[in-house]
């Protein structure tokens, strides 16, 4: 599309879902939620969904109060630590479900998910064995017990072999730190053999998502790290993102997802996770630009939200 200059937030994101792309807040946290904030941007159209991770909750009860009432009652009950963490983010999952629950219902499933990853801690959930993961994961989404929860799994050799397992019993997941075009065919073989087993159990296809992200800032960065000065800066992650958006139209026209579809299934949408959930310094702008293509998700910090709407360019 052609290159246009956008003074309103509202005005550069409804663009962006005229293209066919979600809006997402990446970095939700407990102060967003009783602040209003996060209802506000769902209000106004601006949201379309959210992700988290334990990292980004310890940033906050490292810095914040937003959970020191949940905190105290959690220690003076003595629970462990891995428990502890496992009850901030299943009461952070719930509300921010339930605040995107309206945009879930007006588009029938497409949009308003809120996905939180596993306890990133050395032993915890998110670095086990695919076991661990999927115990882990299943207790997750029991605790947030709402249709448009998605669990985190990170696309290690045991994340993808917990994420098809997920699937296989009718757990939405969020496939995270896909780095090349490889590890996203691998990724799609899993949900596609997920949803199979799934099929083959009877449960209904339709009310099982999947999102799949590149960290497309991270992608680059590693790349202009050893490439040096002399290269361009930021091209890596497009020619990326391209190639694997390539793969994910080969994948939805192939037979082995016809049967599926079939069947129920919805695709799993590719999202671009633009800067970093936690950043102040709005990096992901350009990126947000130029990674315009139907029927993805753009992930972005609350930063990249506001900076996006004063001086968007959409030119993807």
């Not at 448009?148 to 994420?163: F, Q």
Request: hydrophobic fraction near 45%.
């Amino acid at each position: 599309m052609g290159e246009r200059t956008v003074t309103s937030g509202g005005e550069v994101l409804r663009e962006l879902l005229a293209e066919g792309v979600s809006p997402w807040l990446d970095g939700l946290r407990r102060s967003l939620l009783a602040s209003g904030t996060l209802a506000r941007l769902v209000a106004a159209g601006e949201v379309r969904g959210a992700t988290s991770d334990p990292g980004a909750l310890a940033s906050e009860v490292a810095g914040g109060s937003a959970y020191g009432q949940q905190l105290s009652h959690l220690a003076c009950r003595s629970v462990p630590p891995a428990v502890a963490v496992q009850a901030l983010c299943a009461y952070d999952l719930r509300s921010a479900c339930d605040e995107l629950r309206p945009v879930f219902a007006a588009t029938q499933g497409l949009d308003g998910y809120v996905s939180m990853g596993l306890d990133p801690r050395p032993g915890g959930a998110a670095r086990g064995t695919a076991c661990a993961v999927v115990d882990a994961a299943v207790a997750l989404h029991r605790a947030a017990c709402r249709p448009n929860a998605l669990v985190k799994i990170a696309a290690t050799d045991d994340g993808l072999a917990a994420a098809g397992a997920c699937l296989a019993r009718g757990i939405g997941v969020h496939v995270t730190d896909v780095f090349s075009v490889r590890r996203y065919e691998q990724v799609v073989d899993v949900w596609f053999a997920g949803l199979e087993r799934a099929r083959g159990a009877g449960l209904d296809l339709s009310a099982i998502p999947s999102v799949v992200s590149l960290p497309v800032g991270r992608i680059d960065a590693a790349v202009d790290a050893v490439a040096g000065p002399r290269r361009r800066a930021g091209r890596a992650s497009l020619a990326v993102a391209r190639l694997v958006y390539r793969r994910y139209e080969e994948a939805l026209g192939s037979a082995r997802w016809r049967v599926l579809a079939t069947a129920g299934a919805r695709p799993q949408r590719v999202m671009w996770s633009v800067g970093s959930p936690v950043e102040t310094v709005p990096r992901g702008v350009p990126y947000v630009e130029s990674l315009v293509a139907w029927g993805t998700v753009s992930a972005m910090s609350e930063a990249t939200l506001a900076a996006a709407g004063r001086r968007g360019r959409l030119r993807g």
